[in-house]
């Protein structure tokens, strides 16, 4: 790895640590050559302290050790990104980032969609909301509307009409993740068994 430790004085370079699972970053530190060697050597990640003035193995102490899968220099060979598997919390704090977020695992939109979803379940009302009402009529009506929409996809794929195709999977997506909600789970859950018949 040829990496590029003259632009900073104290012959230190940045190292990212993200989550290889969920993607989100953890936490930032600084590494020498030798914090680099040691995190090779035990696959546990490693930074040189500038407060301690000494190697440092994240968890230590705690045990909260950062499990390293990879690692990545930039273009610019001056700034690491190691992915990782975290046991237990990050931040010294307890929290698990050094942001203080959550570390679980997002969708962008199809997270923001079932956010909405869950809210119009909560406070909405069926006169103004369509989601609240399926939810109103109960999981029937709702595993009823899966399996109308999961038929109209099946429909829509044998023709050569790409834009109903999409329209329709787009509306089983979305009636879907109203009744994973209906049984009490969400997209996470189901992902989770997938990942277990991973071989």
């Known amino acids: 790895m040829n990496i590029d430790f003259t632009k900073n004085t104290e012959g230190l370079i940045p190292a990212i640590i993200q989550d290889v699972e969920t993607k989100n970053v953890l936490m930032l530190g600084y590494m020498n050559q030798e914090a680099i060697n040691r995190t090779l050597e035990t696959n546990k990640v490693t930074f040189l302290s500038r407060t301690k003035n000494r190697l440092w193995t994240k968890g230590e102490e ?51 969609l079932e956010n909405t979803i869950r ?25 009823q509307k899966v399996g109308e929409e999961a038929v109209e996809v099946v429909i829509e794929a044998k023709d050569s009409n790409d834009e109903l195709f999409l329209s329709e999977s787009a509306d089983l997506l979305f009636h879907y993740l109203i009744l994973l909600q209906a049984k009490g789970y969400g997209l996470n859950d189901v992902i989770q068994v997938l990942k277990n018949r991973e071989k």
Do not use: M
Not at 76 to 90: A, E
Not at 119 to 140: D, Q
């Open 62 to 112: 705690s045990g909260h050790f950062l499990n390293v899968v990879s690692l990545a220099l930039d273009c610019d060979h001056d700034t690491l990104l190691i992915q990782v598997k975290p046991v237990g919390p990050t931040c010294h704090k307890g929290s698990d980032t050094c942001w203080n977020e959550n570390n679980s695992q997002t969708y962008g939109f199809i997270t923001k």
């Open 119 to 143: 809210e119009r379940k909560e406070k909405a009302t069926s006169e103004t909301s369509y989601v609240a009402s399926l939810f109103e009529k109960g999981i029937n009506k709702i595993a």
